[in-house]
Nanobody, 123 residues
Framework: QVQLVESGGGLVQAGGSLRLSCAAS????????MGWFRQAPGKEREFVAA????????TYADSVKGRFTISRNNAENLVYLQINSLKPEDTAVYYC????????????????WGQGIQVTVSS
């Protein structure tokens, strides 16, 4: 079992930046593809970004390309989401998730989820 805990959220002004962290425990996530999702009020949870086990492959939702960067530190069992040029529409609860496979694919499924962390962007 993998436990995931997000941190780094908060209230920020539009145009600002945040770095979200996801700390994994229970076992190493070195061979898991990892992802970030978000859920805005009244909306369904949506995919934000994913990264392969070694960090060599990443993929992003079109709405965040060029502003968000996913990265990982396998030695520390951490995954990050750097969020720049924040917009009010980025306001959401952000979730970290772990897949049980190492590589990215169109059918990638995430089996482990954190509890989420709030990011609020004021205009």
């Amino acid at each position: 079992q993998v436990q995931l805990v997000e941190s780094g959220g908060g209230l920020v002004q539009a145009g600002g930046s945040l770095r979200l962290s996801c700390a994994a425990s229970g076992r190493s996530i070195s061979y898991n593809a990892m992802g970030w999702f978000r859920q805005a009020p009244g909306k369904e949870r949506e995919f934000v970004a994913a990264i392969s086990w070694g960090g060599g492959s990443t993929t992003y939702a079109d709405s965040v390309k060029g502003r968000f960067t996913i990265s990982r530190n396998n030695a520390e069992n951490l995954v990050y989401l750097q969020i720049n040029s924040l917009k009010p529409e980025d306001t959401a609860v952000y979730y970290c998730a772990a897949a049980t496979v190492p590589r990215l694919s169109a059918s990638l499924k995430f089996d482990y989820w954190g509890q989420g962390i709030q990011v609020t962007v004021s205009s």
